[in-house]
């Protein structure tokens, strides 16, 4: 194009909170240039959304901030749990669940563990690592316009401390704006779902005398429940700062200037059952808990990733989660068209997988709300769940689901996005299993295996490894292959005891390739004549090269 511009980058993502600052990272993991603007000042200054599921600090381990981010977290590492009760000093408390991986089941499932770190601490520790990485991150800058055409984006931003105007053309846009998504607006993207399902005043607070009263109970959240004084206690340090959400009701005519800082120490005070409690009011924010997902997830070179693609209930902490595995989702495909190792159409799977994970995850968190008598939701009775019947448990709405369309080959398509029960055993279109394996590097899990590129693992002794490395440099793209085995020919051997082959439902002659965000991809349980040429045709399928 002859226009004038004042910046060309490959991608340019519209929103700097969470979800945002994980699209940055991930695409600057990829060695993609991208700029991000942000219209406010800095990072969240509000402790909100702070649980990460298992799968989420999978992605944030093979990116190498896992480590950073649970020290930004450490002051709840011993909080796991939620409890309930009409106060914190009756009679009446009870466990919802005391510990987040009782017995530690987990470890069979992933080499990582959840983690409570609010968005206000894990933001920063984002801001530090991705402008080594290739993000020019603008604060203060906001989306004022953008036109579309056949080859790219051309955005007008402004400098809302300078007032200064600037042009920048991009070959794509990710929007995550929120759920008041402007450009989700522009494109004419409409919503599906029940819509808004309860609101809610977060309040921020310090009391040293609530740590006496709380005791011992290390909880994630406290649902209290008595009738004049609902909401929901969240520790943020243990010690003197917590949040309490209460509920609120505007189609009741209430307003947030009710919220005044008597009404929310008294609420606070009656809901913790300490009638002297000290409370000191910190901030006040209100929040919509909905139920909302895009009829889309984007337009021509434009797509949404979290709050502007989906609404979800808070309870769980579905939403970020589910926005941050969109951006993971959608980096390696920007990569692989930006690279040219992949056709444009690869980026259309970007809708087919994350749009049906969205709708059931949403269900879910639905339901676990009500479940969880979250204080302000009083869902109208259903004859059942939609979608045809309960999805599976948190673990498995988290990690569990699968692709059945979309970048992969051989997945069953009559199967739930969720299933009942958790199964990662090397389906196509499923996270792939781990397991331990040794290699010169030490002890390390298969999802460490997965983030640039395509991985091909097979057995030692099968022509497998020579075949991937000859179609990796004809067709030239990045395919790691690792032969696994006990033998020096070998690249990695498994843990005593372990059968790779079998973790991954093939058998000693076959093949698994999974995909550079650690989906299988396709797999063979057999060998085949000419492995060159199945994977010439496999890789040139899924990255719509033909």
Not at 134 to 161: C, H, M, P, Q, Y
Request: hydrophobic share 40%; glycine share 12%; proline share 6%.
């Amino acid at each position: 194009m002859k226009e004038n511009v004042d910046h060309r980058v490959p991608v340019l993502i519209v929103g700097g909170s969470l979800v945002g600052l994980c699209t940055s990272l991930f695409l600057g993991r990829h060695g993609i240039r991208h700029m991000l603007v942000e219209k406010h000042a800095g990072t969240s200054m509000h402790p909100r959304g702070r649980g990460i599921n298992v799968r989420t600090m999978e992605l944030f381990r093979v990116a190498g901030v896992e480590d950073r981010i649970r020290e930004a977290a450490s002051v709840l590492a011993d909080n796991h749990g939620i409890l309930q009760g009409g106060s914190l000093t009756g009679e009446d408390q009870e466990w919802l669940f005391q510990e987040i991986d009782p017995g530690g089941a987990l470890a069979r499932f992933s080499p990582s563990a959840w983690c409570l770190c609010s968005q206000n601490d894990i933001e920063p520790v984002l801001m530090s690592v991705t402008p080594a990485l290739g993000a020019d991150l603008r604060f203060s800058t906001e989306l004022l316009s953008f036109d579309t055409d056949e080859s790219g984006v051309t955005a007008v931003v402004k400098n809302r401390d300078t007032g200064e105007h600037s042009t920048v053309r991009a070959d794509y846009l990710v929007a995550a704006d929120g759920p008041r998504s402007p450009v989700r607006e522009q494109l004419g993207i409409g919503q599906t779902g029940p819509g808004d399902l309860f609101h809610n005043v977060s309040i921020t607070f310090r009391s040293r005398g609530l740590a006496e009263v709380v005791g011992d109970r290390r909880f994630i959240v406290c649902y209290l429940t008595k009738p004049d004084a609902d909401g929901a206690l969240l520790p943020v340090d243990n010690q003197e700062r917590w949040v309490f959400h209460a509920p609120w009701h505007p189609d009741q005519g209430e307003t947030l200037e009710d919220f005044t800082d008597e009404r929310c120490v008294e609420h606070i005070r009656r809901a913790v059952g300490a009638p002297d409690l000290d409370v000191e009011i910190t901030g006040k924010a209100p929040w919509h808990a909905a139920e909302r997902v895009a009829e889309r997830y984007g337009a021509g070179r434009v797509f949404l990733a979290g709050d502007s693609a989906h609404e979800m209930s808070p309870t769980g902490a579905f939403g970020s989660n589910t926005g941050i595995q969109d951006a993971h989702n959608l980096a390696w495909k920007l990569a692989a068209v930006l690279n040219g190792a992949a056709g444009h159409r690869l980026l259309q799977s970007y809708e087919a997988e994350r749009l049906p994970v969205a709708r059931a995850t949403s269900e879910r968190a639905s339901a676990r709300s009500a479940e969880h008598s979250h204080p302000g939701y009083e869902p109208e009775p259903a004859p059942g769940p939609r979608g045809g019947g309960r999805p599976g448990g948190v673990l498995t709405v988290a990690m569990g689901y699968r692709y059945a369309v979309g970048a992969v080959l051989g997945a069953d398509p009559e199967q739930p996005v969720v299933p009942e029960r958790m199964r990662l055993a090397g389906d196509p279109g499923t996270r792939a299993p781990h397991m331990w394996l040794h290699g010169t590097g030490g002890r390390q899990s298969t999802v460490d295996l997965y983030e640039r590129s395509f991985v091909l693992l097979s057995s030692e002794g099968t022509p497998w490894r020579a075949a991937a490395r000859s179609v990796a440099a004809g067709l030239g793209l990045g395919l790691d292959a690792y032969a696994i085995g006990t033998s020096p020919e070998a690249d990695l051997a498994p843990e005593e005891g372990a059968d790779w082959a079998e973790v991954h439902g093939t058998t000693k002659t076959g093949a698994v390739l999974v995909r550079p965000d650690g989906f299988v991809a396709w797999r063979t349980p057999e060998a085949v004549i000419d492995p060159e040429s199945v994977l010439h045709e496999v890789l040139s399928l899924l990255l719509y090269r033909s």
